[in-house]
């Protein structure tokens, strides 16, 4: 079971960083998704990274401003965010797969259906 949380309200421009974890997530890649209010039928995909952490993939939207990664905590996953904006406000959502492929993919299909791992979802709120 992902456990995605570190959510909350910030200011435009302000940092947030959100956690997914899970006790074996070490073994699988993780990929985040968003979806904003009054989108319930879409989830962007915002970035992945493989179960090294070798491999890390961004939406356009993001580059530059989100970062994810392991860290030094165990089966854990970190995607820190920047420079928020109010688009950038949404329910984050992790997924996970054992295949690195399937979830750097996940992203520039602009769809989880593949990830054999879902999780709860985190609520950003970007205030201008």
């Known amino acids: 079971q992902l456990q995605a949380c570190g959510g909350g309200l910030v200011q435009a421009g302000g940092s947030l960083r959100v956690s997914c974890a899970s006790p074996d997530l070490d073994d699988y890649a993780v990929a985040w998704f968003r979806q904003a209010p009054g989108k319930e039928r879409e989830r962007e995909g915002v970035?992945?990274?493989?179960?090294?952490?070798?491999?890390?993939n961004y939406a356009d939207s993001v580059k530059g401003r989100f970062t994810i990664s392991r860290g030094n905590a165990k089966n854990t996953v970190f995607l820190q965010m920047n420079n928020l904006e109010p688009e950038d406000t949404a329910v984050y959502y992790c997924?996970?797969?054992?295949?690195?492929?399937?979830?750097?993919?996940?992203?520039?299909?602009?769809?989880?259906?593949?990830?054999?791992?879902r999780g709860q979802g985190t609520q950003v709120t970007v205030s201008s």
């Open positions: 997924h996970a797969d054992r295949d690195d492929h399937i979830a750097a993919m996940s992203l520039s299909l602009g769809t989880y259906a593949a990830l054999e791992a």
């Open positions: 970035a992945s990274i493989s179960r090294s952490g070798t491999w890390t």
